[in-house]
């Protein structure tokens, strides 16, 4: 059985880490790095045609795209150097439609942060400052000296060492 696979060390550095790219960065959005930083980060785009739905209004996966970004950029901001983490739950309600042209911009913060746990909201907004949707989530953190889950030959579940 192959070992799960854990997400690839971000940078602790929140401008480093937005410099390397990822989905975000291919469908349009960017982090704002003026509007970011400890427990806090801003990402931004213009919808395109790509971005519609069949009704011609933003499909929901935009929202939930934008909002994971910036609620985990500003959980990536709090993360020591060695520490990595992933989204776990990611709870969008949608309040308004997003059209062709209009500016989204996603705003999320770190509520708690815990040992291995992190919790985090996001509001996305229009360019008038319309609240458009709402979010929020959890974020587990591996820290840095933690090793691989190994499986255990008596039960065949993974374990730590």
């Known amino acids: 059985m192959l070992p799960e696979p854990r997400p690839i060390r971000p940078l602790p550095d929140l401008v480093h880490a937005a410099r390397r790219g990822g989905f975000h960065a291919e469908v349009g959005f960017r982090i704002d790095e003026a509007r970011s930083g400890r427990g806090v980060c801003t990402v931004s785009g213009t919808v395109e045609r790509r971005h ?30 060695g520490e990595t983490t992933a989204t776990t739950s990611l709870y969008v309600e949608f309040l308004r439609a997003a059209r062709r042209g ?13 040992r291995h746990i992190a919790f ?11 609240r458009l949707s709402q979010a929020r989530g959890t974020w587990y953190i591996w820290s840095g000296d933690a090793s691989r889950a190994r499986p255990d030959a008596r039960k065949g579940v993974a374990t730590r060492k």
């Open 120 to 130: 985090a909201e996001g509001n996305l907004f229009d360019g008038e400052g319309r």
């Open 52 to 81: 519609l739905n069949i009704n011609e209004v933003v499909h929901g996966g935009v929202y939930a795209t934008i909002l994971d970004t910036a609620m985990g950029g500003s959980v990536v901001s709090l993360l020591a150097e």
């Open 102 to 114: 209009d500016t989204l911009t996603a705003r999320g913060e770190v509520l708690r942060r815990g």
